[in-house]
């Protein structure tokens, strides 16, 4: 007899924080916070020395492996019967069934490895909350800025800054009549293909970022569009989707679709894609 009880008190439990997704994404800002301060611990603005290589030819860090530990944890104590996607998981074949799961979770520990070990502190930690295969609460934390964006929902995105303590809110702008400001990778994506399909709009400034500090440009108005041409995970982008969303446009593919996520068939991988203010999305499709 306890046994059902204890489980019926779980539910319950979930059912009580889904049903208040403000109180959840703060769990998951001090969750993210946690594993950021785990990844200070081994940065070096000097440089990283030690990074392995996983079969994808990828680079990962104690950081990373140390980030997602603290974090899946975390995610098994708030809500245990949701499952977790993780990028440094996945990689290991820890890939959790999500059949008959309505909820899961997509976690970048340390999103930008590559900056984190050049140092130039361009990295963040990532996790996001899916409904079905849509991206409903995002959280991203870059722990060298002390910056962190967040959302659960249309007109909640906020940006939080350390030395403040503050949350801002957060928006995207309309398109500006002098031209696009365009943000790209700072260590990836294809510049050529890139570079062509930014040929047919006027563009007014070029900015470099690493992570998903990139989407979250967009979300917070310091930027109009974000165009990527190269493989990325799912992982990557959903915290970073979530925010966008909230701050009211989305990332979609080529053809103009919202991102789905939680396609283990395509291995978590994105198409190709763009995050740009929804100004910019409605301008293309009229």
Known sequence: M??????????????????????????????????????????????????????????????????????????????????????????????????????????????????????TGEYTVNIALIHKDTPILGVVYAPVKGEMFAGHGPGTAVRWMEDNGRDKPISVRPMPSEGLTVIVSRSHGKAEKRDAFLEQYKVARLLQRGSSLKICAVASGKADIYPRFG???????????????????????????????????????????????????EAEQA
């Not at 769990?27 to 916070?33: F, H, N, Q, Y």
């Not at 990962?60 to 104590?77: C, F």
């Not at 890939?95 to 490895?113: A, K, M, N």
């Not at 446009?249 to 995050?275: M, Q, W």
């Open 2 to 119: 306890a046994f059902p009880f204890r489980r019926k008190k779980k539910t319950l439990r979930a059912d009580k924080l889904l049903a208040h997704p403000g109180a959840l994404t703060n769990m998951i800002r001090r969750l993210a916070v946690e594993a950021g301060n785990a990844t200070l611990v081994h940065f070096e603005e000097s440089g990283f020395v030690g990074a392995e290589y996983k079969d994808d030819g990828s680079p990962v860090t104690i950081a990373d492996k140390e980030a997602e530990a603290i974090i899946e944890k975390g995610l098994r104590e708030i809500l245990p019967d949701i499952p977790m996607i993780g990028e440094e998981a996945t990689a290991a074949g820890r890939i959790p069934d999500l059949t008959g799961h309505d909820y899961f979770w997509l976690v970048d520990p340390l999103d930008g490895t590559k900056e984190f070990i050049s140092g």
């Open 231 to 281: 493989n990325t995970c799912e992982w990557d982008t959903a915290a970073g989707d979530a925010v966008l969303r909230a701050a009211g446009s989305y990332v979609c593919d080529l053809e103009r679709k919202p991102l789905t996520y939680g396609h283990a068939d395509r291995k978590f991988l994105n198409p190709e894609f763009i995050a740009a203010s929804l100004d910019f999305l």
